[in-house]
């Protein structure tokens, strides 16, 4: 990730104007207001803590960012006394803290515990196993002698700078949403003269900066507030919550053309660079752009593993190509610039963008800052076409085979400066999981049957579950493998287990053999009956919230998401009557959700085929009011396997998505998972 770890340091940030790696103890500076007064209200009964106050003022100055933090809690029972484990992190290249107080108030009495205590500085490297290498710093201090019934009260300053963006005043300022008794103050002030821009959430009212002398002022203090409560199921963007954030960006164009400078400069190759060679190789084997793209972001995604690397000013200026080359370690913005480099070199179209990597919902109604962005990666174009290479995945060795973008936001990266560009959200072209159950009960319902069963897995992890599987003994990976399938098909008694992993298809198929008995119902005289595993839905769930919420939003569901499964039953010859095989076609969208089944039986052979496909990421108030609606009559039913005394023909609707039978190639990138027609189309109702 590109700023990870950044956001608890970005107001703790600072020029070293004191020893950076050491605490800083001094009085409160003279721009802070007295905390606000506390309130009356009544405590909840068995609540842990009580908040007297709590109280965040930040002023933006030509030395940076000064956040003063401060609060005053009440320890009711044992459970709070963890409060009294004071601890505060800061990069020494980029900050410095200052203490002004901590103390414990007991039946009226201050006692100072600095006097006699000290924070003890360490350094905290505590991510390694993540491969993060930040250079933070933590000091701690454990409170001593605190006691149920103490009030305890803190406060600490930061003077912040970012060393790369530090002419740039960027960040936010936030009340907790929970309800709790007390005071609770945000404050920010800054020069009239400079050009800060502001915004809050609607639910912290009316604001409006007033002037403070040669200060502008905007503060907001809740007072005993009730819950900020969520609006249950809308897109994140309907759920941010008081949040007051400020920029002095004019635009997005500002950060636009900042970090395309930081990136052009990591990309420029020495004269003497090895990259150059690299690059030269990939010229002299294809003179295909995208076979070329390709080769780059496979040298990349394995010639350098990943570190993220805050050090030195890090968090946003990435390491030069040729240093990451030399190292063969980095982040996600050293990969990005020496997939930069590559591409260029090979004379393929290409930017880095920004993205936040939750996908960044709503950043379009948000002012520019730098720390809505966590993740870079580089866009090429090719024949017209945007591909999006991400250097820190792995495994990525076919263009068409890299999962659509998660991510709704884009800020690319140019030297003239761009906005934030929408990127339309695409359902997945390939299931995450096909599952193949092949069950032989030629042998008579009353019999085992011999079963066969392949999980066909795609998406992000899949590689590194190969690495662990390739890593492992041939016996351990067999424990493994019989692990999970014990939870994924318990029925079966396995004979053998095996996997392996289809590169140029991006899928790790993980396959079972071995005997099971049906849950047949019946008997050779009454006739037998089986309900088909893998060919029933279950219904989709409401999309409701409460009266009170706002019922006009839309409602964010599981995307992307895409599985199929696939049953074929081979059933056994009856001396009596025929099979009927009961069960209906699906096809239908429904809730942003693609359902579709198919069943056929031909020569004593059932095969069924069903998936499910979330289409879009959130759907209208209306569209969940017709969901809601049509639930009752969803078609949930199992597909039914019947003997009938009556028939003269095996009877069954014949599907001719599943015509090939045995011959389908489940691996391939068109599958009768997709169901007639083009797999991306919105299917109307059966």
């Known amino acids: ?314 968090n946003y200026r990435p390491a030069s190509a040729d240093e990451s080359w030399r190292r063969r370690f980095g982040d996600c913005k050293a990969k990005t610039a020496l997939l930069l480099a590559l591409l260029r070199e090979l004379g393929v179209p290409a930017e880095a963008v920004l993205v936040q990597s939750s996908g960044g919902d709503g950043l379009d109604q948000r002012l520019p800052n730098p720390l809505l962005f966590d993740h870079v990666l580089v866009r090429a174009t090719i024949a017209g076409k945007a591909h999006w290479l991400d250097g820190t995945r792995l495994g990525d060795r076919s263009l068409a085979l890299i999962p659509p973008p998660m991510f709704r936001w884009v800020l690319p990266l140019r030297a003239p400066g761009a906005t934030l560009e929408a990127v339309t959200p695409k359902a997945p072209r390939e299931p995450e999981l096909i599952a193949v159950q092949d069950v032989d009960a030629r042998a008579g319902a009353d019999r085992p049957s011999k079963v066969t069963v392949r999980h066909i897995l795609r998406g992000d992890g899949v590689y590194a579950l190969r690495t662990t599987l390739s890593s492992l003994s041939k016996a351990e990976a067999d424990r493994q493998l019989q692990s999970y399938w014990r939870s994924e098909a318990n029925w079966v008694d396995a004979q053998s287990v095996d996997w392996r992993y289809e590169a140029d298809k991006a899928a790790l198929v993980l396959s079972l053999t071995g005997e099971g008995r049906l849950d047949w119902e019946g008997n050779a005289s009454d006739g037998w009956l089986h309900y088909l595993h893998g060919a029933g839905f279950y219904k989709p769930s409401a999309l409701k919230r409460p009266k009170e919420q706002d019922q006009s939003a839309p409602y964010a569901i599981s995307f992307p998401r895409f599985r199929c499964y696939a049953t074929i039953l081979r059933l056994p010859r009856l001396g009596a009557g025929h099979w009927n095989v009961a069960g209906r076609r699906v096809n239908r969208t429904l809730g942003g959700v693609a359902y579709w089944r198919g069943l056929s039986i031909r020569d004593n052979v059932v095969r069924s085929v069903q998936s499910s496909r979330s289409v879009k990421p959130e759907v209208s108030a209306e569209e969940a009011m017709v969901l809601n609606a049509q639930i009752n009559g969803f078609d949930d039913n199992m597909t039914r396997v019947e003997q009938n005394f009556a028939l003269t023909a095996d009877v069954g609707r014949d599907e001719p998505a599943l015509a090939e039978g045995d011959k389908i190639d489940w691996m391939a990138s068109a599958t009768p998972c997709d169901g007639p027609g083009n797999p991306s189309d919105v299917r109307a109702t059966d």
Not at 32 to 38: C, F, S
Not at 223 to 247: K, W
Not at 288 to 295: F, Q, W, Y
């Open 1 to 314: 990730m590109i700023f990870r770890g950044l956001a608890a340091i970005a107001l703790m940030g600072a020029t070293p104007v004191f020893a950076a790696d050491k605490v800083q103890y001094g009085k409160v500076p003279a721009w802070v207001l007295p905390p606000p007064t506390p309130t009356d209200a009544p405590t909840p009964a068995g609540a842990a803590a009580r908040v007297v106050y709590s109280d965040v003022q930040t002023r933006l100055t030509a030395r940076g960012d000064e956040v003063y933090t401060a609060y005053r809690i009440k320890l009711l029972t044992a459970d709070a006394l963890p409060a009294g484990n004071i601890a505060t992190s800061w990069n020494p290249e980029a900050g410095s803290v200052t203490v002004h107080h901590l103390r414990i108030i007991r039946d009226g009495e201050v006692i100072n515990v600095l006097a006699k205590s000290r924070f003890t500085v360490v350094r905290q490297e505590a991510q390694l196993e993540a491969a993060m290498l930040h250079g933070m710093l933590t000091a701690t201090l454990q409170t001593p002698g605190l006691r149920v019934g103490d009030e305890l009260e803190f406060a600490a300053t930061v003077l912040g700078r970012d060393p790369t963006l530090g002419d740039h005043h960027f960040g936010f300022s936030a009340l907790a949403p929970q309800g709790n008794p007390g005071a609770f103050r945000i404050r920010l002030s800054w020069p009239a003269s400079e050009p800060v821009r502001w915004r809050a959430s609607a639910d912290l009212g009316d604001l409006a900066p007033r002037a403070e002398g040669d200060l502008m002022v905007l503060e907001r203090e809740l007072r005993d507030p009730a819950a900020a409560v969520p609006t249950e199921g809308a897109p994140a963007r309907y759920n941010v919550r008081r949040l007051m954030e400020y920029s002095d960006y004019s635009g997005w164009e500002d950060i636009s053309a900042r970090m395309a400078t930081l990136f052009d400069e990591a990309a420029a190759l020495k004269a003497d660079s090895a990259l150059r060679q690299e690059a030269a190789t990939i010229a002299a084997r294809t003179s295909d752009p995208a076979a070329r793209a390709e080769a780059a972001l496979a040298l990349v995604q394995d010639q350098i593993r990943y570190v993220y690397v805050g050090l030195n000013g890090g």
